[in-house]
């Protein structure tokens, strides 16, 4: 079934064109560095809306949400024209507020189950009599409004630093996200050096950053392996989810600033005032040099 999905991948993706910045590199010697953790999402991967979970416009939801029931076998006709998968999105990120989750991720596949069900209730959909695979439809979906593509010189980046340091991934993320990297790179987050045990997404977590609780979970399992915040560097796109809470924690920080894309300054927002990345990056190319 895992092959299926990464034939999915495939056949949706396509090389992106990275969007430079002008941003100026801050490079510099960190020195005992033992342990780099990457985000993904305009990281490792250029991301065509930026981030995870987020599309280019209203139309373009709409009709990337028609195609998709419509290649399960599912009848949109009577579909209003204004459904949105973010309306449930919201409903259940109320009800994990309630919950005192500040900063809540949601499960995709529940979202999709609920919102068809919801639909299904009003007369609008019948999906009853189909064996839809969930995980299928919200992965096609997300293919069409959220194409990916691997960063310039992301390989080389990481076989520079395997072996080097302990690699590991922090990101606000969703069960199909590990599978870009098989479907488009040909090898799995594991075979490119990232410990399994260091390999943190929010879906899992129902946890998103900026909140600390990945963060505090990755510091917990490198401590095991006699490494410390302070010899561990985080290098992500975002002042105020990477940056600025990496830094909470004690991790040294780089922010990667080399699509335009997905470059998030969060320029106004107070809680990254005063908050400045040991390196900036413009290129993975540069990393490596800085800390090895």
Same mark, same amino acid.
């Given at each position: 079934?895992?092959?299926?999905?990464?034939?999915?991948?495939?056949?949706?993706?396509?090389?992106?064109?990275?969007?430079?910045? /002008?941003?100026?590199?801050?490079?510099?010697?960190?020195?005992?560095?033992?342990?780099?953790?990457?985000?993904?999402?305009?990281?490792?991967?250029?991301?065509?809306?930026?981030?995870?979970?987020?599309?280019?416009?209203? !139309?373009?939801?709409?009709?990337?949400?028609?195609?998709?029931?419509?290649?399960?076998?599912?009848?949109?006709? !009577?579909?209003?024209? /204004?459904?949105?998968?973010?309306?449930?999105?919201?409903?259940?990120?109320?009800?994990?507020?309630?919950?005192?989750?500040?900063?809540?991720?949601?499960?995709?596949?529940? %979202?999709?189950?609920?919102?068809?069900?919801?639909?299904?209730?009003?007369?609008?959909?019948?999906?009853?009599?189909? /064996?839809?695979?969930?995980?299928?439809?919200?992965?096609?979906?997300?293919?069409?409004?959220?194409? %990916?593509?691997?960063?310039?010189?992301?390989?080389?980046?990481?076989?520079?630093?395997?072996?080097?340091?302990?690699?590991?991934?922090?990101?606000?993320?969703?069960?199909?996200?590990?599978?870009?990297?098989?479907?488009?790179?040909?090898?799995?987050? /594991?075979?490119?050096?990232?410990?399994?045990?260091?390999?943190?997404?929010?879906?899992?977590?129902?946890?998103?950053?900026?909140?600390?609780?990945?963060? !505090?979970?990755?510091?917990?399992?490198?401590?095991?392996?006699?490494?410390?915040?302070?010899?561990?560097?985080?290098?992500? !796109?975002?002042? &105020?989810?990477?940056?600025?809470?990496?830094?909470?924690?004690?991790?040294?920080?780089?922010?990667?600033?080399?699509?335009?894309?997905? &470059?998030?300054?969060?320029?106004?927002?107070?809680?990254?005032?005063?908050?400045?990345?040991?390196?900036?990056?413009?290129?993975?190319?540069?990393?490596?040099?800085?800390?090895?």
């Amino acid at each position: 079934m895992t092959e299926s999905y990464l034939q999915v991948i495939r056949e949706h993706a396509s090389p992106l064109d990275l969007q430079p910045t /002008d941003e100026k590199p801050k490079l510099g010697r960190l020195p005992n560095i033992k342990a780099v953790i990457f985000d993904i999402y305009g990281t490792m991967l250029m991301s065509g809306s930026g981030e995870v979970g987020t599309a280019a416009t209203e !139309n373009h939801h709409f009709e990337a949400i028609q195609t998709t029931l419509q290649a399960h076998g599912v009848d949109t006709t !009577n579909l209003p024209a /204004d459904f949105r998968l973010e309306a449930t999105i919201r409903q259940h990120h109320d009800l994990a507020r309630e919950a005192d989750i500040e900063f809540p991720e949601v499960d995709i596949l529940a %979202v999709w189950k609920d919102a068809l069900a919801e639909c299904a209730a009003a007369g609008q959909l019948n999906v009853d009599q189909l /064996d839809l695979d969930y995980r299928q439809v919200a992965l096609e979906y997300e293919c069409r409004v959220n194409p %990916v593509w691997p960063m310039p010189n992301l390989e080389n980046c990481l076989d520079a630093l395997r072996g080097e340091a302990i690699l590991g991934v922090i990101s606000n993320a969703q069960f199909f996200t590990p599978l870009l990297f098989p479907a488009l790179m040909l090898r799995t987050l /594991d075979d490119m050096g990232f410990k399994g045990n260091i390999q943190f997404f929010s879906y899992k977590f129902r946890d998103a950053k900026p909140s600390l609780s990945m963060f !505090n979970a990755a510091i917990d399992e490198l401590k095991k392996e006699g490494i410390s915040a302070q010899e561990t560097l985080y290098l992500g !796109n975002d002042m &105020l989810n990477d940056i600025s809470t990496a830094a909470k924690c004690g991790m040294k920080t780089a922010l990667f600033a080399g699509d335009a894309r997905s &470059l998030r300054h969060r320029q106004g927002d107070s809680r990254v005032q005063g908050c400045s990345p040991d390196l900036v990056l413009t290129d993975l190319s540069q990393l490596a040099n800085c800390i090895l």
